[in-house]
Each structure stands twice: as structure tokens, then as C-alpha cells.
């Protein structure tokens, strides 16, 4: 999902958008002789996302920058820990410092935020997904983070699964169509590889649900107890999601009520950036 493709087009971009005519700093201060170099070192702890998007920014910036990442993605680090080294001609290294950190930034808050939610449900079976929450033009990247923090994906896009949400089953209501006969409708206008799922958001709309044979249920905004109910309904007929204002202090609970998969909006809409530097020496 993020290629090298998908990350220079993004990057390329964003550079464009800080420098579109250059960095005038630079030009009028720094000499074209010199050089630096530089550690991305953690100011606190966390898990690393984002190290090729890092230094895809040098090295977009002016292809003779060196930037030698020394942990992967996904490795937990403490705070003072380098995490990358950069050199090179010092004003491509001064203009690229700034899009290089926001995405390591960014990037890392929702992986170190992601690992907290998967040690939470640990021992559970519960699987941490994300959602389509995502900052429109960086979904690819986000979702990137996510794996690289121990969760999962979501559907990419709308065009990857059918998910009937609660508005479309109102439109249904409204229409005077029955829900069972709706979905089995769909699913007979589907190929046989496309995955149903359907958000209700009470027990009584299960029943309707699981006669269509769908493949997920979405619990939306359940309690643990009528979690630990809609599990037990269904039985194992379907995939279970729980979703809805799902917190780090409430994720254990939610995941011990059985349930196959939780959906946090707030990896990716709410996810803090990390703390990381960017500590330059010029020569």
C-alpha cells in the first residue's frame, strides 16, 4: 500500500508546498560548500513509523543526502535513542528538515498510539483495526502506521467491501424494502468474493442481519453487556467488530467481552505526533 510511487508523490508535494521557490534562508545564508550532518533522536518513548517517508524527504530534496535509518519500522525505542542519521550538503539538509520530521512525527504518534491499544486487548483474540477516519491525500501512509504499531487494517476504500452503515439501512427502512431481503438482494448482485458487513446499533436488528448471511457484524456504541449479548447471538455465524468512542481505557474491557475485532477512529484522527528532533551540525 505505500509504495515508493505513493510516497515521492506525496512527499514530492509537500516539499513543493513549503519550498515552491526555494528556501530563501538558505540560499541567503548558507554557503554552497557546506555540509552537515544530523541524528533524528526520540525526545520520548515510542514505536517508529514512517522511516522511509523520513528520508525520502533529503533525498527528494537533492539526491546526494545520505540518510541511514537504524531501526526499522515498528521497533519500540526509548527516548535519546537515534533513529536516523542524515548527511549531506547542508541546505538541502536544512530545507528538508522540517516535511521530513512531520511525517516521522506523525507517523510514529499513531504507531505508538496503535502498540498501546494492542497491549492493551493482549491475550484477548482481539484484533486492533482502524478506520476510513484518516487525513484525506496521507490514508495510505496512516494505515501504514497503524501495521507498523501491531494493528490492522480496515477496508482501504469504499470500493474494497460492501458496508452497510446505519444510514443506508434508514434509506432502506424509509424505502419500505425489508433488510434481509435487501442484503441477500445485494449479495446475489455481488461477485462471491466480495465481504458484507453491517452496522447495527441494537440487539433487535441482529436477527434481520444474520438471516441475510453477511460475513461481519459492526456492534456500534454497545455496552460490554450487550456486547458480551450480540456475541453470544450471534453464535459464530459471523465476524464480530465492535466499534464507537472506543478508548484506551476501555478497549480491555470491549475486547474481553468476545468480540473478533475492535475499530478505533482515534489511531488515526486523534494519535498525537511524537516528539522527535532533528539535531543538525554544520562544518
Not at 535509518?69 to 539538509?93: I, K, S
Not at 481505557?249 to 475492535?262: H, L, N, P, S, Y
Request: hydrophobic fraction near 50%.
Amino acid at each position: 500500500m505505500l509504495t515508493r510511487t505513493v510516497i515521492e508523490a506525496a512527499v514530492a508535494a509537500a516539499l513543493a508546498e513549503d519550498a515552491p521557490w526555494g528556501d530563501l534562508t538558505c540560499a541567503a545564508l548558507v554557503p554552497p560548500s557546506a555540509t552537515a550532518s544530523a541524528e533524528l533522536v526520540a525526545r520520548t518513548d515510542g514505536v517508529l513509523a514512517g522511516g522511509e517517508v523520513f528520508a525520502a524527504a533529503f533525498t527528494l530534496t537533492d539526491p546526494s543526502v545520505e540518510v541511514a535509518l537504524t531501526e526499522p519500522d515498528g521497533a519500540a525505542f526509548a527516548a535519546g535513542a537515534t533513529l536516523a542519521w542524515v548527511v549531506g550538503p547542508a541546505g538541502a539538509v536544512l530545507q528538508a528538515e522540517r516535511i521530513g520530521l512531520n511525517f516521522a512525527q506523525r507517523l510514529s504518534g499513531i504507531a505508538t498510539a496503535t502498540r498501546a491499544y494492542v497491549d492493551a486487548v493482549a491475550g484477548t483474540g482481539a484484533r486492533i483495526v482502524d478506520t476510513r477516519k484518516t487525513t484525506p491525500g496521507l490514508r495510505a501512509f496512516e494505515r501504514h502506521a497503524v501495521r507498523a504499531g501491531g494493528g490492522h487494517n480496515h477496508r482501504f476504500s469504499l470500493s474494497d467491501a460492501v458496508m452497510v452503515k446505519d444510514n443506508h439501512l434508514a434509506v432502506l427502512v424509509n424505502s419500505g424494502v425489508g433488510v434481509t431481503d435487501a442484503l441477500l438482494a445485494a449479495r446475489e448482485r455481488l461477485p462471491h468474493t466480495t465481504h458484507i458487513e453491517v452496522e447495527v446499533d441494537g440487539i433487535d436488528q441482529l436477527e434481520a442481519v444474520l438471516a441475510a448471511g453477511v460475513d461481519t457484524i459492526m456492534l456500534d456504541n454497545f455496552t460490554p453487556d450487550e456486547l458480551r449479548a450480540g456475541v453470544a447471538l450471534i453464535g459464530g455465524r459471523a465476524i464480530v467488530e465492535a466499534s464507537g468512542n472506543v478508548r484506551l481505557d476501555t478497549v480491555r474491557a470491549i475486547a474481553e467481552t468476545g468480540v473478533d475485532v475492535i475499530s478505533v477512529g482515534a489511531l488515526t484522527h486523534s494519535s498525537p505526533a511524537l516528539d522527535l528532533g532533528l539535531d543538525v551540525s554544520v562544518r
